[in-house]
């Protein structure tokens, strides 16, 4: 098969991490018989200093004209003084928004071989973690109505959301249960919000497709504090664009590393939108040490969910679990690791590449 990916590198460590992520594709490719076509492209600050715009047009196109994107990370603190629409970090609801990605995937899972690096108490994590965050994206207050009165010293954000929004997200989260362990959690504020009691209405309305599916409800703040009481309760969470955020800012910290963390963003159809969940780590820029993993274990989920390419995924995550059992770190997931197993950027996609060489096709 031939695969058309664009590439946005953008800020700090993300065009390390980006080029790990295609060296990774390119060995799936020659090992699988799969064609990748990269076109890289601007978003961001490098965008921003090139184009003045964080996210221009031609990126849009080149976007919606490939089969899923690869982002690094945008943003630094040489644009933090830049406001609004202006900002780097713009380009990332820009993108959203334009590719219509509404569904915004993100699993919390623990390494095994990592697992000391849990800031949780051992017994809490004893059985492993394995949890699916789907959150809404392209929705809910981080889109709604915002101003500020005249005088300045009142503002607004509004949370809003269309019975049509709730059930795509609500499908895609009974979906993803059926192929996991059939537990569903969804995670509102229903005591309080109108826009939560919708959520909940909705997915009353759509559970009888979905007799095998065990489904639960559960208030937010609830949810952060069973989070690090009793993780391993959760399989699949479904949840609104700001909740899901902060929940799997959480989700991530317990798994240890951010450094680790794929995402997919999807839409009805149209290319998927592929990022670590990290940002662009702009106190280990060019320093050749950032974790690449988040990035490569991104690209197993572009194979499983935009290029159908299952058998190829689950050889990336293999891989990733070798290196890591034969040793290697990178610094952030180093925990107590012998020097000489401590490897960069580069040399980590080295070992990856080399061990996806060594598995069976
Ligand atoms: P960050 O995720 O960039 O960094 C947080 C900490 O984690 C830092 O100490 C960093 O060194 C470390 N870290 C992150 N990724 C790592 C990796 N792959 N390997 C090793 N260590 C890693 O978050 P931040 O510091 O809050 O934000 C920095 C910039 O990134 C800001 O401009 C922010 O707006 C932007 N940001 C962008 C995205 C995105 O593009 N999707 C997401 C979050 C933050």
């Not at 980006?18 to 018989?33: A, F, H, P, S």
């Not at 380009?91 to 071989?113: D, I, S, T």
């Not at 990035?295 to 995550?317: G, H, K, P, Q």
Request: charged residues 25%; proline residues 4%; glycine residues 10%.
């Amino acid at each position: 098969m031939e695969f058309k990916i664009a590439t946005i590198p953008g800020d700090g460590i993300g065009p390390d991490i980006v080029r790990e992520g295609c060296r990774i594709l390119q060995t799936i490719g020659k090992k699988y018989g799969h064609k990748f076509i990269f076109t890289e492209t601007l978003a961001g600050g490098v965008s921003i200093d090139k184009t003045g715009e964080p996210l221009p047009e031609a990126t849009l196109n080149v976007c919606k004209a490939s089969d899923a994107v690869l982002l690094g990370a945008v943003g630094g603190p040489k644009w933090d003084h830049l406001s609004g629409d202006k900002r780097p970090e713009k380009a990332l609801l820009g993108l959203r928004g334009e590719m219509k990605v509404y569904a915004n995937m993100r699993p919390a899972v623990m390494f095994p071989q990592l697992s000391a690096a849990c800031p949780l108490k051992p017994e809490i994590v004893k059985n492993g973690l394995d949890i699916l965050i789907v959150r809404e994206l392209t929705g809910g207050i981080y889109f709604g109505d915002r101003g500020r009165s005249e005088d300045g010293l009142s503002a607004w954000d509004t949370e809003a959301y269309t019975s049509e929004e709730i059930a795509r997200i609500i499908t895609i989260g009974f979906d993803s249960a059926m192929k996991r362990t059939k537990k569903l959690c969804v995670i509102d504020k229903a005591n309080i919000l109108e826009t939560s009691r919708l959520w909940r209405e909705v997915t009353e309305s759509i559970k009888g497709n979905y007799p095998e599916v065990s489904l639960s409800y559960m208030y937010v703040d609830n949810a952060a504090m069973q989070l690090v009481r009793n993780p391993g309760q959760f399989d699949v969470i479904a949840t609104s664009n700001m909740f899901g955020d902060i929940l799997s800012d959480e989700a991530s910290q317990i798994t240890g590393s951010i450094g680790m963390l794929a995402s997919a963003s999807l839409g009805e159809s149209g290319p998927g939108l592929y990022e670590p969940i990290h940002g662009s780590a702009p106190d280990i820029a060019g320093k050749d040490i950032a974790n690449p993993l988040a990035t490569i274990l991104t690209c197993a989920m572009m194979l499983r969910y935009s290029l159908n390419c299952e058998r190829e995924a689950a050889a990336i995550e293999a891989a990733v679990y070798s290196v890591l059992d034969a040793g290697w770190r990178t610094g952030d997931i180093a925990g107590d690791a012998l020097s000489d197993k401590i490897v960069g950027t580069r040399k980590m996609g080295d070992l990856v590449v080399e061990a996806l060489e060594a598995l069976e096709a």
